[in-house]
């Protein structure tokens, strides 16, 4: 069965602005790269989030239970280092 990839990034991207202000206050951001065809969400994380220890733990429990609470279709998030970002 295939996913609708732009339906998930419509919902990804919610996810995103809702999590921005707490990223930013830490200096950081991320960004999303792709939706893999087995709905794997990737994420660039930019800033302070890039090198910072405690990014996967935030990106875990926050980013990635946020993405699926909005799109529980989501199998994972992941960060990646791409230069290219998804709108």
Request: net charge negative; charged share 30%.
């Amino acid at each position: 069965m295939a996913i609708d990839k732009d339906a998930i990034s419509e919902k990804v991207n919610v996810a995103l602005k809702q999590l921005r202000p707490f990223l930013e206050a830490d200096g950081g951001d991320m960004e999303l790269v792709e939706i893999t065809d087995d709905a794997v969400v990737r994420v660039k994380l930019m800033g302070a989030c890039k090198d910072c220890s405690m990014s996967v733990m935030t990106m875990k429990a926050g980013l990635e239970e946020a993405v699926k609470k909005v799109a529980p279709e989501v199998q994972r998030v992941e960060a990646v280092d791409h230069l290219e970002v998804v709108n």
